[in-house]
């Protein structure tokens, strides 16, 4: 199977929202297919659900070693406001003040918003 690289966006979705769900659908996906095969690299554990994580962690830490968690959630359904979770907007003249507030930490999840002039 081949893969497409554009995906043609509704045009009811806004842009900015729909960057948020191009990068975290795939990054989600990824961290799946990697916890599947993570006991090949080594990883004895793997947990679903960060509640179900917890008291393995805490065991396996009293033992000593490293915990790495990738993708955890709080079991359930979560409520997801796209919009709320874009912490800055950076014009597209920007993109290097962005990328370097990417670099130093002080930028959690910016975009590249077109729409601002």
Do not use: Q
Not at 41 to 56: P, R, S, Y
Not at 81 to 97: F, Y
């Amino acid at each position: 199977m081949r893969a497409l690289p554009l995906v043609k966006i509704d045009s009811d979705i806004p842009l900015v929202p729909a960057a948020l769900l191009a990068c975290a659908i795939p990054t989600g996906y990824g961290s799946s297919v990697k916890r599947k095969s993570a006991t090949a690299f080594g990883a004895a554990h793997t947990a679903v659900w960060a509640a179900d994580a917890v008291a393995l962690v805490r065991d396996l830490t009293r033992k000593g070693g490293t915990c790495v968690l990738t993708g955890m959630a709080p079991a359930g359904a979560l409520p997801v406001h796209l919009d709320e979770m874009i912490t800055c907007r950076h014009r597209l003249g920007d993109i290097n003040t962005a990328f370097d507030d990417l670099r130093s930490g002080e930028l959690v999840r910016g975009v590249i918003d077109f729409e601002i002039a």
